[in-house]
């Protein structure tokens, strides 16, 4: 960025490599910051470095969170017989908000997509098997959403569980979601009724 300082220079091209900020937006943000006062400029700065030093993840379920295990995966309430896989952590925040889930997560860190280069060792395969050779999973519930990449992922998943596990029941959300749909944009009524009226696999 030509004749720009370079401290804002540097500041717009990190910004730049965030999802949906193109160079001219990252200037945008960037600029932006400069006219904050600078006590709100610093408190940004730390939070971002708290984000990185504060937040762990769990080595259950491979979500987000301050402790670990974390306080779904720590919650003795909720069953550890139900397993519900789902892509990304903002998924299982969706399916949490319809207040009607009470089993246990695994975020697979994404979906199978071979041609980006997604396989199956990119995803948290290893730590499912893990979680299933412990024995106390009775059904697994894909909420994986109706892409493309979800029902190769859901295929996968499906043949390691029929092959490796075969008296595990295996469902997924109804087909109230909409084609193409990924689970953290379904609204949370259409969410509820998915998982209660889950189909087997």
């Known amino acids: 960025m030509g004749a720009l300082p370079r401290p804002l220079a540097d500041l717009a091209e990190e910004l730049s490599r965030l999802p949906g900020l193109g160079p001219k937006s990252a200037l945008r943000v960037a600029l932006t910051l400069l006219k904050w006062p600078k006590e709100r400029a610093q408190s940004l700065g730390l939070s971002i470095h708290d984000l990185r030093e504060k937040l762990h993840f769990c080595s259950m379920c491979a979500g987000l969170a301050e402790s670990d295990p974390c306080p779904i995966c720590s919650d003795p309430s909720r069953s550890s017989e139900l397993l519900c896989l789902v892509g990304e952590w903002d998924s299982l925040l969706a399916l949490e908000e319809t207040g009607l889930y009470k089993g246990r997560y695994l975020i697979l860190g994404g979906l199978l997509s071979p041609l980006d280069g997604v396989e199956p060792g990119s995803l948290e395969i290893e730590r499912l098997v893990d979680r299933l050779n412990r024995g106390e999973v009775r ?59 889950r189909q087997g696999l």
């Open 139 to 197: 059904e697994v519930i894909l909420a994986l959403g109706t892409t493309m990449e979800a029902e190769a992922t859901a295929s996968y998943i499906k043949n390691l569980v029929a092959k490796s596990f075969p008296g595990l029941r295996l469902t997924r959300l109804a087909q109230g979601i909409p084609l193409g749909a990924e689970v953290k944009y379904v609204d949370k009524e259409t969410l509820k009724q998915s998982m209660v009226h």
